[in-house]
DNA sequence: GATTGACTTAGACATTGTCCATTGTAGGAT
DNA sequence: ATCCTACAATGGACAATGTCTAAGTCAATC
C-alpha cells in the first residue's frame, strides 16, 4: 500500500492532506476498520478532517478498486486495503476478532453455470464464522 | 416453514398474533426481506403491530435457529426462512436482485486447518456478486 | 501569483437498529 | 369461566451508520 499514493496520483487524484491522512490511516496488512474508526484515527492526525470527507474518500478508494468494502459483521461495513491479494475472513463471533484466511481452490470455480441463473458473476465474498481461542478459554 | 408454528410452540414460544403474522409473512422459498420490509407487510394484516415487536421476534427466531440473517447487501440485514436447507447467495450489483444458489462441495471443508488460526469454525456465509440477466439487458 | 474546478466542511437529514417504561394478554391454575 | 402472572407488545426516545447540500477552501495549472 506503500505506493498507493504514487498509483492514485498517476490516476488524476488530487493530493489532499485528508487524503494522504485517511490512506495512511489504511495502510498495512490485517487492517478491517470501520468508516467511522478510520475517521477516528484521521482526526488523530489531522483534528479538521470531517466525517464526510472520510466517507467520500472510502467511497472512491472502493471504486477506484484500492480498497474492498467487506460486510463481516452484520452492522458497519469494514474496509480492507489487501485489494490486491485475493483473501477471505474469518470472524469470531463472540468479540468480532478478524482474520484473513486462503480456502483452498477458488471460490468463484465452486458456482456451476447450472447455478448462475444468467448472472455475469464477478465476484465473491466468503465469512466464515466461528469461535476464536482467547473466546474459548473465557 | 408451514410447521413451524408448531414447532415452535412446542419449544415453549407463547403464540400471539404478532408473531404468528411474522411468521406468516416470513413463509415461503426464496424470501430475503429486511426487517422493515418484514415490518410493513405484517401491518398489511395487523395494522397495530410496532416495529420494536418485529425486531424482537426476528431475532428470537434467528436465535432458534429458525431464520438466518443474511448480509447480502452492505445496508440492512435481510432475514431468510430458509434456515433448514443449505445454501448461498447471489446478488446482483445493479438492482440487488437475490438468488439462492447451491456452490459444489461444502464451502466449510475448503478452509484448511492451518487457515483456522485456532477457531472453531462453524458457520460460512457466502455471497457472489454479478448482473442479472435484466439489468445487462439494459 | 491568479484562476478555477475539484475538494472539504458542518450539520441537517435518512435509514437501520436498540432500549425502556408502560400496558396488554396467553395460557396455566383454580 | 375467571383470575393471575410472567411473558409479550407498544410507542417513542435514543443510538449508530450513512448520505446530502450549500458554502467556503485549496491543489494544480497557466
Chains 1, 2 share one sequence.
Not at 469470531?92 to 456451476?112: F, K, M, Q, T
Amino acid at each position: 500500500m506503500s505506493d498507493l499514493l504514487e498509483r492514485l496520483r498517476g490516476r488524476g487524484w488530487r493530493m489532499t492532506a485528508q487524503r494522504r491522512v485517511v490512506a495512511e490511516v489504511l495502510d498495512g496488512e490485517h487492517v478491517h476498520l470501520t468508516a467511522d474508526e478510520v475517521h477516528a484515527r484521521a482526526v488523530e492526525r489531522l483534528p479538521e478532517i470531517s466525517r464526510a470527507t472520510v466517507y467520500n474518500t472510502l467511497g472512491e478508494l472502493v471504486s477506484l478498486g484500492e480498497v474492498l468494502e467487506v460486510a463481516t459483521d452484520h452492522r458497519a461495513k469494514r474496509y480492507d486495503p489487501n485489494a490486491h491479494r485475493p483473501h477471505q475472513h474469518l470472524v469470531c463471533a463472540h468479540c468480532g476478532a478478524i482474520r484473513d484466511v486462503h480456502p483452498n481452490g477458488n471460490p468463484l470455480s465452486d458456482l456451476p453455470d447450472s447455478e448462475r441463473f444468467g448472472f455475469t458473476v464477478s465476484d465473491v465474498e466468503v465469512t466464515y464464522r466461528g469461535i476464536c481461542p482467547n473466546c474459548a478459554s473465557a
